[in-house]
């Protein structure tokens, strides 16, 4: 079959290196992808919200099955305008992506249907939120209703600190029309999970557990990023947090999107913090995580491809998902400067070294080719380096040696990702 995936990331080029493994299928393309993916898929210069010339393109090479990875597509509603072409593709509809796509709706549901998240309160305007603040408990959370690249969540310390946050989000508009409604939402405490799990509208499979590193920072410091490293599975996700949270959480999820005539098919990520009183939400999102992706991928026994018609056919029950006993870590190489400023454009070499092998991936986030036909830096998030291994200790160590074969200039990395297996 053809098949077409949406997005340029890390997370496509995962999503390209499983699509490719599958002996289902045989052409695949990535629109626009990078020069990564190109090594795997072929890549096709339309953007990932020209949705009129992704239809067209679709058509033209006869695309079985299209995988949309990234969430602003999902949100604007690419999954509604292929389905009235008739073809068939993988992700929620526009009506139930809000999941990912409002802050506000998402606690909603939340509240509603009894599922456990932190107490909120929804703002519309600048004052009401002021008004809020000035009896808020802290450290407080601010949070822009609508997607703001990952960035747009606050953690204040004090009303002065979240004061400046709403003019930030609210009054200066720094993410644009996602600040025009924001959630306040009560700080929770605790070790931060990731679910990644596949849906097909009443159904779900929850994939293995992984662990961000979402500051630009050794240490948990600096900026917010899109993600930093990541690793699977994570120590402190047990029999009895999966049992919770399969029984308080993902399924009350599905249902109550099927309840609310929004059902769900594709990937709902699941932000779980584990607090003292157990496991809550933190977020939802609406497709696979970046760079979570890089390391759940590669632990799946199942074929990607039959997984995902699964989910699009609404037969997912038929379907057990199967993960090794392995670990897997990975490492964002990045531009000096992200998630700011950076220059790109520098050449990157030792890229060959992860040829071949079957344990250690180069997976690419922001890479292009220059006239020179050379393989070069294009984003803030260059490269995420991922090995596999029998424990998370060797998959780190791996993972960190094999960073030293990547060379580019402006390199810049975390160099603790995975500092919580050291404290289980
Ligand atoms: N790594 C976090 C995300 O994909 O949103």
């Known amino acids: 079959m053809k098949v077409l995936i949406v997005g340029g990331g890390g997370r496509e080029h995962a999503l390209a290196w499983a699509a490719a493994k599958s002996p289902r299928v045989e052409k695949l393309y990535c629109a626009p992808g990078n020069a990564g993916i190109s090594s795997v898929a072929e890549c096709v210069p339309i953007g990932p919200m020209e949705f009129d010339r992704l239809v067209a393109f679709a058509k033209e090479k006869k695309i079985d099955l299209t995988i949309v990875g990234m969430d602003d597509p999902l949100v604007g509603g690419i999954v509604d305008v292929f389905e009235a072409e008739g073809l068939r593709v993988f992700g929620p509809r526009k009506n139930a992506a809000i999941l990912e796509g409002s802050k506000a709706f998402s606690k909603d549901l939340m509240q509603k249907y009894g599922i456990p998240t932190a107490e909120y309160t929804t703002v519309t305007s600048p004052e009401e939120a002021y008004a809020f603040l000035r009896t808020a408990s802290y450290p407080t959370v601010l949070k822009a209703d609508g997607l703001a690249l990952g960035k747009g969540v606050l953690i204040c310390e004090n009303e002065e600190q979240a004061r400046a946050g709403v003019r930030e989000i609210m009054e200066d508009r720094k993410f644009g029309d996602s600040g025009n409604r924001m959630v306040i939402e009560q700080f929770m405490t605790g070790r ?88 809550k939400v933190l977020e939802y999102n609406a497709r696979f995580g970046d760079p979570e992706a890089q390391v759940v991928l590669p632990r799946m026994k199942n074929d990607l491809i039959d997984v995902v018609e699964a989910c699009v056919d609404g037969r997912l029950d038929e379907v057990e998902l199967e993960f090794g006993d392995d670990a897997c870590l990975c490492v964002v190489l990045a531009s000096d400067g992200y998630p700011l400023s950076y220059e790109k454009g520098f050449p990157i070499t030792g890229l060959e070294t992860f040829e071949g092998k079957d344990d250690e991936f180069v997976f690419h986030a922001g890479t292009a080719f220059n006239e020179k036909g050379e393989i070069v830096t294009s984003g803030g998030r260059v490269l995420a380096v991922t090995a596999v291994a029998d424990t998370l200790q060797e998959a780190r160590a791996k993972a960190y040696a094999a960073t030293e074969r990547v060379h580019f200039a402006n390199k810049y990395m975390r160099h603790d990702i995975g500092h919580a297996i050291d404290e289980v």
């Open 192 to 279: 931060e999970i990731s679910v990644l799990s596949f849906v097909d509208g009443k159904t779900i499979r929850p994939m293995a557990s992984a662990m961000d590193h979402k500051r630009a920072k050794d240490g948990d410091e600096g900026l917010n990023t899109g993600g930093m490293g990541n690793f699977s599975p994570s120590p402190f996700y047990t029999e009895e947090v999966d049992a919770f949270c399969r029984k308080y959480i993902y399924q009350p999820t599905v249902d109550a999107m099927a309840a609310e005539g929004r059902p769900f098919t594709g990937v709902i990520f699941f932000g779980l913090m584990l607090t003292p009183d157990g496991p």
